[in-house]
């Protein structure tokens, strides 16, 4: 598993942030700043990724013509004789489920009991107030995280029911996506299985296994060899084909 810095320091900042709030602003109006606290991450969370899905697709739509085109029709016909595919969607879903309801319970749990634990319910100096506000949020997010890591899927299958290849990358639709090549290898690896009829390029940093279903998966591990892999790679994915990553 990858330590994440980034979402350590964002967590780390959220910490902070929270204590200050807690803190400084009056009571009454608490609820109201988390509210629009979580509403400006929500926004951001969603407009961001699209602007700059939107500048990687236009970048790769102007790196040459279309090298190979699957339509939704052939990724639901190729996907549906996939039999081992609904085990793998059970098993995640099962893990998701439970990454996505465990914390939930634990939040509010802890948030009630570790509350009236560490925050006292008389004025004491506004210093101390913070301190005992670092540590309630800190154990909160800690624990929050840890449940997160132990719950979290090994991988989210995600097949991508349209898409185009082209020099520059792979643009696909429903999901939105843009992978550029060549590929990032401290964040995507590839794996083929040319038998179930897929190309699967997983992102490590959020976990996604971007699953390309082809009537003609060898051409698509052909092109992907050619234009995302470097020499070296490209050898080296030639003798995991099949094999299955876990």
Do not use: C
């Amino acid at each position: 598993m990858r330590f994440d810095v980034k979402s350590v320091l964002s967590s780390m900042l959220f910490v902070v942030l929270f204590s200050l709030i807690s803190t400084y602003v009056p009571p009454q109006y608490v609820g109201y700043v988390f509210i629009a606290y979580f509403v400006v991450i929500l926004i951001a969370m969603t407009v961001i990724p699209k602007i700059r899905s939107k500048k990687v697709s236009t970048q790769i739509a102007m790196s040459g013509s279309v090298l190979m085109k699957v339509s939704q029709q052939e990724v639901l016909s190729i996907a549906s004789r996939d039999v081992e595919l609904s085990k793998e969607m059970k098993q995640m879903m099962t893990r998701f489920l439970l990454f996505t309801f465990v914390p939930l319970l634990l939040w509010f749990s802890l948030f009630q009991i570790l509350r009236s634990v560490i925050i006292p319910g008389i004025e004491i100096d506004k210093l101390e107030l913070f301190v005992r506000y670092l540590a309630f949020y800190g154990i909160v997010i800690a624990s929050m995280y840890a449940l997160r890591y132990a719950l979290m899927p090994r991988k989210m299958i995600i097949a991508v029911m349209s898409y185009e290849v082209r020099r520059g990358g792979i643009v696909g639709v429903n999901p939105s996506i843009s992978i550029p090549f060549p590929l990032d290898r401290n964040r995507y690896t590839v794996h083929y299985d040319l038998r179930r009829g897929f190309v699967e390029i997983f992102d490590r940093k959020s976990r996604q296994a971007l699953r390309f279903y082809a009537s003609d998966p060898a051409k698509l591990k052909d092109i992907i060899e050619r234009y995302g892999l470097m020499p070296g790679e490209a050898s080296e994915h030639r003798n995991a084909v099949d094999r299955n990553v876990h």
